[in-house]
T-cell receptor, first 110, second 112 residues
Framework: QKEVEQDPGPLSVPEGAIVSLNCTYSNSAFQYFMWYRQYSRKGPELLMYTYSSGNKEDGRFTAQVDKSSKYISLFIRDSQPSDSATYLCAMSAGTYKYIFGTGTRLKVLA | ETGVTQSPTHLIKTRGQQVTLRCSSQSGHNTVSWYQQALGQGPQFIFQYYREEENGRGNFPPRFSGLQFPNYSSELNVNALELDDSALYLC???????????FGSGTRLTVV
């Protein structure tokens, strides 16, 4: 079993839809949770990072962490074609090493 | 703020050869990590350097080695290249006390 599981998609939604992206994990030591966006032929770009459980909002993006269920989510409101990318979740136990999911490919249709 | 820059952007090498990839960290960042991203996969941690010392390593063999310089730029060296080393190599920098790395655009290495 992988430490971090993420549905690879692809996920296609119409413009303006609410997008829900999810990851599950098995290591209860994880305390830091990140979401990165990666466009084709580019490096990952940090969108959100959260410590421990709870919600965090930044513009159209909301990150949720449920440590009791070992489940994290990223919600994108009013999705735009420019949001089309691969979304990677990443986690850390507070050390130097991030564990990434495989990424979910998202396509927002105009 | 200049971000993280990596060079070269693309590289083709022959199996058995050696390669050096370079990274300039974001200004003020003293921690650099290297990740390998195979096609369709998430990045895999190779190692991290803090103030010129390696302070963490993933499940990669010793033929993967690195350096961090006093100006916090960094190199990743890979000896005895294998076909499976073909991947996107990502450099990421951060302040030691911060979380959420800033990644470069990567070097696409193809081993033939």
């Amino acid at each position: 079993q992988k430490e971090v599981e993420q549905d690879p998609g692809p996920l296609s939604v119409p413009e303006g839809a609410i997008v829900s992206l999810n990851c599950t994990y098995s290591n209860s030591a994880f305390q830091y949770f990140m979401w990165y966006r990666q466009y084709s032929r580019k490096g990952p770009e940090l969108l959100m990072y959260t410590y421990s459980s709870g919600n965090k909002e930044d513009g159209r993006f909301t990150a949720q962490v449920d440590k009791s269920s070992k489940y994290i989510s990223l919600f994108i409101r009013d999705s735009q074609p420019s949001d089309s990318a691969t979304y990677l979740c990443a986690m850390s136990a507070g050390t130097y090493k991030y564990i990434f999911g495989t990424g979910t490919r998202l396509k927002v249709l105009a | 703020e200049t971000g993280v820059t990596q060079s070269p952007t693309h590289l083709i090498k022959t199996r058995g050869q050696q390669v050096t990839l370079r990274c300039s960290s974001q200004s003020g960042h003293n921690t650099v990590s290297w990740y390998q991203q195979a096609l369709g996969q998430g990045p895999q941690f190779i190692f991290q350097y803090y103030r010129e010392e390696e302070n963490g390593r993933g499940n990669f063999p010793p033929r993967f080695s690195g350096l961090q310089f006093p100006n916090y730029s960094s190199e990743l060296n890979v000896n005895a290249l294998e076909l499976d080393d073909s991947a996107l190599y990502l450099c990421a920098s951060s302040l030691s006390s911060d979380y959420g790395y800033t990644f470069g655009s990567g070097t696409r290495l193809t081993v033939v």
